[in-house]
């Protein structure tokens, strides 16, 4: 079967348990294609040959009652993997071989999946672009020297490419949304504490979530089913009744209520996400929902808050990279010395920016003007929420206020860089769930994603909306395999 | 509000990351622009507005103080860049 990785993991799945596939035939054809796009540059670590070897050992004694029976995945390398080097794309860690699991990739496992490797990204998973990986740019399947956004950006190249069935990445401020949009596929950013935490190395805490990418709502659903879960290593998971969302999919959202923000039609926006905007609204009416013009006055305060909250917590996270207990350390003339060129040599320009703006504000004389300012801001971006979803089930928006652009674009403009995340931002600083579908291409040719968000602990109803939509739109991504020789 | 060349040093200090001249000007460029973009918060009023410190409603869980990790040096010590088997090694800090 020479089009294994085009199928969707929900037909993999569908094969491997009819006995139509093996384990070792999915996983022989993802590695193949891997193997051959090494151009995309979206692995910093391949496992391939233990993959092999594992498949071969499920298939002699395969349990397909599992959810993820023999399925090969890569992911994201911020998760820590038991023995498999994880670097979060720092040249810090460059030499780091976890002694645990993360909680949310042994789920995964514990499914019967197979890691294949893992996936280049934005360093310590801080940029719009994964241009600040110290093992490279990442190439996107939709066009050469375009970027596949960022920091998933290696996942989000990985499933367009057909490297992995699905993945899983983390969103800190729009890093599975954005890429997804990208790169026309699927990504959901979970309610904040659904997924734990554990052995996700960490960006800003009270952010950070780990979510699927897929490319379709289906998939997404399926993996989002096995992923979250409550985890007592996790002191901000949380305990509430998970779904079977994917067992529980429906595509009937007639009478919903979906809110459509006015303050997300942003000066600047260019007219063709306007439009898909409006074809959005279109969809949800067709299929049988109703749709209200809302306000979440405080949306544009958002970026600006995020840029005090994130760096903050970032700054804190990385202060355990000294040299002292793990990753890189560089020669010093006595201990301070020794610190400060470690952290100068081993962290990126982008990472270094951003724990010299986290220092900054929370040091004394600072703090209340920017730290707890930003705080202050963040209740009332997340009271403007609890306002909205008073009238409404959920919200509908544009996932990006534009398509991906070149590689080299935006480097030198932090500030234009950060604008990406625009519409993003404001849900993780609510801790709300969003997923962005791809929903129409520009003029050209490049994928739009269109992002629903919904309540917390709402993921089933917003999966929902994106599985109805999905239907409605209909869309197909081009992907040329212009990297492929 | 600007943030200077001496600003910079002190944050450096701070963070313990040493930063060079030409960097320590780059930087300054790129956090005054972010700061500029961030000074839009004051155009807003929040006098009395409670501050959000953590986004999980939820109080924190109480358990049995067990120890769950039990002979894990070897584990803990693996990734050091320098160790003598017991021990995390430092350059001297006492003379």
């Known amino acids: 079967m020479s089009d294994i990785t085009k199928q969707s993991l929900t037909e993999l799945v569908e094969n491997i348990k009819n006995k139509k596939l093996s ?58 993997t038991k023995d498999i080097k994880t670097t979060a794309g720092s040249k810090i860690l460059n030499n780091f071989v976890p002694t645990y699991e993360s909680t949310v990739t042994e789920n995964i496992w514990n499914e019967g999946a197979i890691l294949l490797g893992k996936l280049n990204c934005d360093e310590f998973a801080m940029g719009s672009s994964n241009e600040t990986s110290f093992f490279g740019n990442v190439q996107s399947p939709i066009d050469k020297n375009l970027v596949p956004g960022g920091s998933s950006g290696g996942s989000a190249s990985a499933v367009a490419g057909q490297l992995t069935p699905v993945t899983i990445g983390t969103d800190t401020g729009g890093s599975i949304r954005q890429p997804a949009s990208f790169t026309g596929i699927v990504g959901l950013k979970p309610t904040y504490g659904s997924c734990s935490r554990y052995g996700i190395v960490a960006f800003a805490s009270s952010l950070d979530q780990a979510g699927p990418m897929a490319q379709n709502v289906k998939d997404c659903a399926l993996l989002h089913e096995v992923i979250s879960s409550y985890d007592s290593k996790d002191s901000t998971s949380i305990d509430f009744k998970r779904n079977h969302y994917s067992k529980e999919l429906t595509n009937n959202i007639k009478g919903k209520k979906i809110g459509i923000p006015k303050e997300y039609r942003v000066d600047g926006m260019p007219k ?214 | 509000m600007s943030i200077d060349l001496k600003t910079i040093k002190h944050i450096s200090k701070l963070a313990r990351i040493s930063v060079d001249e030409q960097r320590a000007e780059k930087l300054a460029g790129d956090l005054n622009s972010i700061f500029k973009f961030i000074e839009k918060l004051n155009e807003l009023k929040t006098d009395n507005v409670e501050p959000l410190t953590s986004i999980a409603e939820t109080t924190l869980k109480l358990r049995s103080d067990e120890v769950k990790s039990k002979n894990i040096r070897e584990q803990i010590i693996k990734n050091s860049p320098q160790d003598n088997e017991d021990y995390f090694v430092v350059p001297k800090v006492i003379e």
């Open chain 1, 272 to 485: 063709e996400i306007e439009d898909l905007w409006q074809k959005g609204i279109q969809y949800v009416k067709d299929c049988g929902a109703e749709t209200i013009d809302i306000s979440l006055p405080n949306t544009s305060y958002a970026l600006p808050t995020y840029y005090i909250v994130a760096p903050a917590e970032a700054s804190s996270n990385l202060a355990r990279y000294d040299g002292v207990k793990y990753g890189f350390r560089a020669k010093g003339e006595n201990l301070i010395d020794m610190y400060e060129k470690t952290r100068s040599e081993g962290f990126g320009a982008e990472v270094q920016r951003r724990i010299m703006i986290g220092t900054y504000v929370l040091s004394s004389g600072y703090y209340d003007a920017y730290y707890l300012k930003a705080q202050k801001v963040r209740k009332l971006i997340k009271n403007d929420f609890d306002e909205a979803y008073k009238k409404v089930d959920a919200i509908l928006t544009p996932s990006t206020p534009s398509s991906a652009f070149k590689i080299g674009e935006k480097t030198n403009d932090p500030v234009s860089m950060y604008l990406n995340d625009i519409f993003t931002v404001p849900v993780n600083l609510a801790g709300l769930p969003g997923i962005s579908i791809p929903a129409g291409h520009d003029s050209k040719g490049y994928p739009l994603g269109l992002q629903i968000i919904g309540k917390a602990f709402d993921e089933q109803n917003i999966l929902n909306i994106a599985y109805a939509m999905e239907e409605k739109i209909n869309f197909k991504n081009k992907i040329t395999d212009w990297w492929i020789k």
């Open chain 1, 23 to 80: 384990s070792t035939d999915v996983t022989k054809a993802f590695i193949d294609r891997s193997e051959k796009s090494e151009e995309l540059n979206a692995y910093i670590t391949n496992d391939f040959t233990s993959a092999l070897d594992k498949a071969k050992k499920f298939d002699q004694k395969p349990n397909l009652n599992l959810k993820l029976p023999g399925i090969p995945m890569a992911v994201k390398d911020l998760f820590c």
